[in-house]
């Protein structure tokens, strides 16, 4: 079992830039696979980041990639998404998941959620 807890939301403008932690429990924390999805406002959930239990491998959404970065703290069983240059339309509710051992980019195969945090970027 693992739980997750995000945190770092916050309105900011156009441009800014913002860090999201998501703190896991358990002792297990550097078997899983982390991503982190968005939801905005009457769309689906949709894949932004995800990163290997290691942490040597990062995969991003085209949407984000080079502006936001993915990376981890097994040590403090700790994943961070950072982005920068924020748009208007990165204006969602953020969630962390963990799925064990494998990096996938599918929000169904991802077996454990954090509740989520907001991010709204005004232009």
């Known amino acids: 079992q693992v739980q997750l807890v995000e945190s770092g939301g916050g309105l900011v403008q156009a441009g800014d830039s913002l860090r999201l932690s998501c703190e896991a429990s358990?002792?297990?924390?550097?078997?899983?696979?982390m991503g982190w999805f968005r939801q905005a406002p009457g769309k689906e959930r949709e894949f932004a980041a995800a990163?290997?239990?290691?942490?040597?491998?990062?995969y991003y959404a085209g949407s984000v990639k080079g502006r936001f970065t993915i990376s981890r703290d097994n040590a403090k069983n700790l994943v961070y998404l950072q982005m920068n240059s924020l748009k208007p339309e990165d204006t969602a509710v953020y969630y962390c998941?963990?799925?064990?051992?494998?990096?996938?980019?599918?929000?169904?195969?991802?077996?454990?959620w954090g509740q989520g945090t907001q991010v709204t970027v005004s232009s």
């Open positions: 990163i290997s239990p290691s942490g040597a491998l990062t």
């Open positions: 998941a963990a799925n064990y051992w494998v990096v996938v980019r599918t929000a169904s195969q991802y077996n454990y």
């Open positions: 358990g002792r297990t924390f550097s078997s899983y696979a």
